[in-house]
Nanobody, 121 residues
Framework: QVQLVESGGGLVQAGGSLRLSCTASGRAVRSVGWFRQAPGKEREFVAQIHWSGSPAYHANSVKGRFAISKDNAENSVSLQMNSLKPEDTAVYSC??????????????WGWGKGTLVTVSS
């Protein structure tokens, strides 16, 4: 049994930064991904990282602004979000990859409850 808990969301102005954390408890996992879902929209892939720290993947919409990393000391995966835009507003959730297409939410399980990120203009 694995449990994921997200933290770090909040309200930030456009151009600001936030750091999200996804802390895992339980058995070891292979890869963890971040997804986001804005009101009225489908869940969207953001980033994924292997538990070893590499490889890592980022959606084109966040490349150069967001960075996923593995924090070994905290047994967590972080998502550093810089240059935030109002369109980044969403509930951000992490989940465990079961393999296959990294961009497909159907290939993930063990979803956390999510953390809300709101970017004001």
């Amino acid at each position: 049994q694995v449990q994921l808990v997200e933290s770090g969301g909040g309200l930030v102005q456009a151009g600001g930064s936030l750091r999200l954390s996804c802390t895992a408890s339980g058995r070891a996992v292979r890869s963890v991904g971040w997804f986001r879902q804005a009101p009225g929209k489908e869940r969207e892939f953001v980033a994924q990282i292997h538990w070893s720290g590499s490889p890592a993947y980022h959606a084109n919409s966040v490349k150069g602004r967001f960075a996923i990393s593995k924090d070994n000391a905290e047994n967590s995966v972080s998502l550093q979000m810089n240059s935030l835009k109002p369109e980044d507003t969403a509930v951000y959730s992490c989940a465990i990859s079961s393999g296959g297409d990294v961009y497909a939410a159907t290939n993930y399980w063990g979803w956390g409850k999510g953390t809300l990120v709101t970017v004001s203009s």
